[in-house]
Nanobody
Framework: QVQLVESGGGLVQAGDSLRLSCAAS????????MGWFRQAPGKEREFVGS????????YYADSVKGRFTISRDNAKNTMYLQMNSLKPEDTAIYYC????????????????????WGQGTQVTVSS
């Protein structure tokens, strides 16, 4: 059973950068597509991006494309979210998630495709 723990959140100013980490327990991390989601106050949780288990292919929401980069280190059982040029509208709790199906290729954008979630880490961007 994989468990996920996010870290790296904090309070930054607009234009700053921040890197989030998602540490996974268990020995099967490398077999799963992983995703990042976020939830702003009063809003639904939304897809940020995802990364394949096999070749590092990524897919991003339009709102973060060109500013955020997802990577993973399977040897360390860790996924990262590098966030550059942060905006106040990026303020949210950020969650990492594991896709439900091992060895699946599709980089799913909807929540029900993911069955394991971290507790979240708060990112606050001041203007």
């Amino acid at each position: 059973q994989v468990q996920l723990v996010e870290s790296g959140g904090g309070l930054v100013q607009a234009g700053d950068s921040l890197r989030l980490s998602c540490a996974a327990s268990g020995r099967t991390f490398s077999r799963y597509v992983m995703g990042w989601f976020r939830q702003a106050p009063g809003k639904e949780r939304e897809f940020v991006g995802s990364i394949s288990w096999s070749d590092g292919t990524t897919y991003y929401a339009d709102s973060v494309k060109g500013r955020f980069t997802i990577s993973r280190d399977n040897a360390k059982n860790t996924m990262y979210l590098q966030m550059n040029s942060l905006k106040p509208e990026d303020t949210a709790i950020y969650y990492c998630a594991k896709r439900r199906t091992a060895l699946a290729m599709a980089l799913m954008t909807f929540m029900r495709a993911y069955d394991t979630w971290g507790q979240g880490t708060q990112v606050t961007v001041s203007s």
